[in-house]
């Protein structure tokens, strides 16, 4: 078998989808701090476009009630009616993902994070309890423009774990 080799214009074949576009992949993410007992937890698992619905597929901070919060730049305003979490894979989803709220803005926060997100405006809340591998769509009742979105998790009595985050 020959090796991989990247197509070229006239090699390619042009793919259509009807998935519509994650304006979250590649975007940036700033989170509270990682959990260090969770090295694979890095908060770019949850911007990379994939979601593997496995066990290492996460963002886990500390249990620092000032670490259990994420905001993601769009690098522009985006205009979008759905955001769509994933819960971890775990049982402790339960206690991981619940009593959040999601926050919208088009400007960098004048307080740090986490309570400079009170800034923002309310998109919606996950009250939650989560269940493993929950998926939880969030829609507005009209089309908002943001280019940040902020995550911010207020029951502190564990660590804060999200699996994926789409936006459309
Ligand atoms: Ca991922």
Redesign the pocket.
């Known amino acids: 078998m020959p090796a991989y080799e990247d197509p070229t214009p006239l090699t390619a074949s042009e793919c259509f989808s009807t998935r519509r576009y994650d304006f979250v992949t590649h975007a940036t993410i700033t989170t509270g701090q990682q959990n260090v007992w969770v090295p694979l937890g890095v908060k770019?698992?949850?911007?990379?476009?994939?979601?593997?619905f496995g066990g290492d597929?996460n963002f886990v901070s500390t249990l620092d009630g000032d670490a259990q919060w994420l905001v993601i730049d769009f690098g522009n305003p985006k205009k979008f009616t759905q955001v769509l979490l994933i819960a971890e894979a775990s049982p402790n989803a339960a206690m991981s993902l619940l009593k959040v709220e999601i926050r919208i803005g088009n400007t960098t926060t004048t307080t740090a994070p986490p309570a400079g997100l009170e800034e923002y405006t309310l998109f919606g809340k996950f009250p939650g309890p989560a269940t493993p591998n929950q998926e939880i769509m969030i829609t507005s009742n009209k089309p908002v423009s943001a280019r940040f979105l902020s995550l911010r998790k207020f029951d502190h009595q564990f660590i804060f774990a999200v699996?994926?985050i789409e936006v459309y």
Request: no cysteine.
């Open positions: 770019e698992n949850v911007v990379d476009g994939i979601h593997s597929d699996g994926h």
